[in-house]
């Protein structure tokens, strides 16, 4: 089962306009030097600031792809500080980042939020990366798996299978979030393996061979080759090693 790779860069809370311009930029240069027909699926999730610009940057160049960091699944109304479906649609934006740790934790999310922002994501075409993860505690206690299987379950809740075919999951174990402690890659794979059970018994093998899975968590040019070279694991969803055009590229080569 062949799934197109993705790299995708989280900017999380970075990047003014003049830093925004330089990394697009950047990044643009970076790819302009590598074979097109090789290269994973690029995306970039800009804060919403940024959104604006990195749109008008890239709007000529097809293999980079924007993606939102939140969206409120709402259509409009009175929801001061958030920023509906319809506006992200404004700058094409393809992905929209759900479920992200730092989401869950600092901002209180819940699942049923997160699987009503997916719903509402796919029904209005964009597409969602869902992240599950688990704590250190959980990890030690070993309730790993049971705890991505109940994340993966209520996200998907209610979803077709074709709406989950397209969407892409994102496993970031919370512990290896901005440490550079990236998890063990075979782990990774084996846990990937996991998740993609978990979308089998849900829907179908065939659903669970389509949908992407990423890696996240400490990504790094040293360390994408051999997260890369899993069976399980369709990419990297990268925070911190986004944030540089060197990095970035050297990360889309690494997935090459
Ligand atoms: P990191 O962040 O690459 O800085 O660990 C990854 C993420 O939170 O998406």
């Not at 649609?89 to 901002?107: A, C, L, N, P, T």
């Not at 993860?133 to 206690?141: C, H, K, P, S, V």
Request: with cysteine; hydrophobic share 40%.
């Amino acid at each position: 089962m062949s799934r197109k790779p993705i790299i995708a860069g989280n900017w999380k809370m970075n990047n003014n306009k003049a830093e925004a311009k330089e990394l697009v930029d950047g990044i643009m240069y970076g790819i302009s030097q590598l074979d097109g027909s090789k290269m994973p699926e690029v995306v970039i999730a800009p804060s919403y600031t940024a959104l604006w610009q990195a749109y008008d940057l890239i709007k000529n160049e097809p293999k980079i792809a924007l993606a939102a960091q939140n969206v409120n699944p709402n259509p409009s109304g009175a929801y001061t500080g958030e920023v509906s479906i319809n506006m992200l649609q404004d700058f094409k934006v393809k992905y929209v980042i759900i479920g992200h740790s730092e989401r869950r934790q600092m901002f209180g999310e819940t699942d049923e939020f997160i699987n009503k922002k997916a719903k509402a994501i796919l029904a209005n075409s964009m597409l969602p990366i869902i992240c599950c993860g688990e704590t250190l505690e959980q990890r030690e206690a070993g309730v790993t798996d049971s705890h991505l299987a109940s994340q993966i379950t209520k996200a998907l809740q209610g979803l077709t299978s074709a709406e989950v075919e397209k969407s892409v999951i994102a496993y970031e174990p919370i512990w290896a979030i901005g440490t550079g402690k990236s998890c063990d890659s075979t782990e990774a794979n084996r846990t990937i393996g996991e998740i993609r059970k978990v979308v089998a018994n849900l829907y179908s093998q065939d659903t669970a061979d389509k949908i992407r899975i990423l890696y996240g968590g400490s990504v790094k040019p040293s360390t994408i080759v051999e997260q890369m070279a899993q069976s399980e694991i369709d990419g990297g969803l990268i925070g911190g090693a986004s944030l540089k055009a060197e990095s970035f590229v050297d990360l889309i080569k690494g997935a090459m």
